[in-house]
């Protein structure tokens, strides 16, 4: 059948390497070394049947694939919120490694991957997936912890969770909290409060600005508010700090989200950011950068880490015997015009 007679039939008949072998007058295996990337074939032959594969709009079979090389050329990515843009340039980093090896990722929430009672990791076995990366806050329950026992794992964003088997890249939650945190004091600002949110991460930011307010001698000042992450519990926090009847003269949130709902409230209550109110986000992400939004923004450098995880990842493909690894790098502040010096009464 012809590729003008196949594409006549639709969705009835998908097209087999057969097919493409027959249109473009060529043998099975040699379609197969194509497919392949071989070198052995000649540019002239190679042509014919990438002009066959277009014809017929030819997908090659997965599953066969994987039967014949033991790989599905395929990476799982457990994402703990697919909303959160701290992922953007996670992913994005974790692709250009990925694209070079020809692996593709396939991005899971767990919301959207379990049915009830059934673990996120789950679909990803299913899938027989060669790598996992598990990116953000999870519960490490036994299938998790399992999974990784067989299959190459990099835990990335976090070390709020052990598994024993993988491998570990962040940034210095820590150092970037202290950045935060030095910034404001260094304009001037004693009464500093700090948004935090259920997150191993978060903990450990709201653990290095009450130590580095306690080093400066402002521990009467530390107040941290509780959120569940969400621009609106920021709102609420914020509000809540603005009704208090004590406003703080800066904020620093545990994440852009938290502190875009904080910039909303000031706004909202006629506090002026940053005449009266300085605010110092986490992630530096799209949010920060918006003109209008301009926020100051602890970078956890998510692309670099992004890539460090996938290089951890191929090498533990390659060589499961590997000791577990740990990778934490380093944060930079970038400051906009969210923050100014504390203004004198």
Sequence with gaps: MSGSELK???????????????EAGVSRALVSLVLRGSPKVSEQKREAVAKAIAALDYRPSNA???LASGRTRTVGVLLDDLANPWFVELLDGMQSIFREQNLRMVLGDPRYLAHPGESPVSAFMELRVDGLIIAGDFNADEDL???????????????????????????????????????????????????????????ARADAYRETMTRHGLQEYIRVMPTDMSEHSGYAAMSSLIDGGRTPTAVFAA???????????????????????????????????????????????????????????????????????????????????????????
């Design 8 to 22: 006549q039939h639709g969705a009835a008949k998908r097209a087999t390497i057969e097919d493409v072998a027959r």
């Design 64 to 66: 066969a694939r994987t």
């Design 145 to 203: 912890t399992r999974a990784t026992l067989h299959t190459p794992a990099v835990v990335v964003g976090t070390r709020a969770f052990d598994l024993p088997a993988a491998d570990r890249v962040t940034n210095d939650d820590d150092a970037g909290a202290r950045l935060a945190v030095e910034h404001l004091i260094g304009l001037g600002h004693n009464d500093i409060a700090f948004l935090t949110a259920p997150t191993g991460s978060a903990r």
């Design 255 to 345: 994440n852009d989200i938290l502190a875009v709902g904080a910039l909303s409230a000031a706004d909202g209550h006629g506090v002026s950011v940053p005449a009266q109110l300085s605010l110092v986000g986490y992630d530096n992400t799209y949010l920060a950068g918006i003109r209008h939004v301009s926020l100051t923004s602890v970078d956890p450098v998510s692309r670099e880490v992004g890539v460090r995880a996938a290089e951890f990842l191929l090498a533990r493909i390659a060589d499961p015997s590997l000791p577990p690894r740990t990778s934490v790098l380093a944060p930079r502040l970038i400051v906009r015009n969210s923050t100014a010096r504390v203004m004198q009464t």
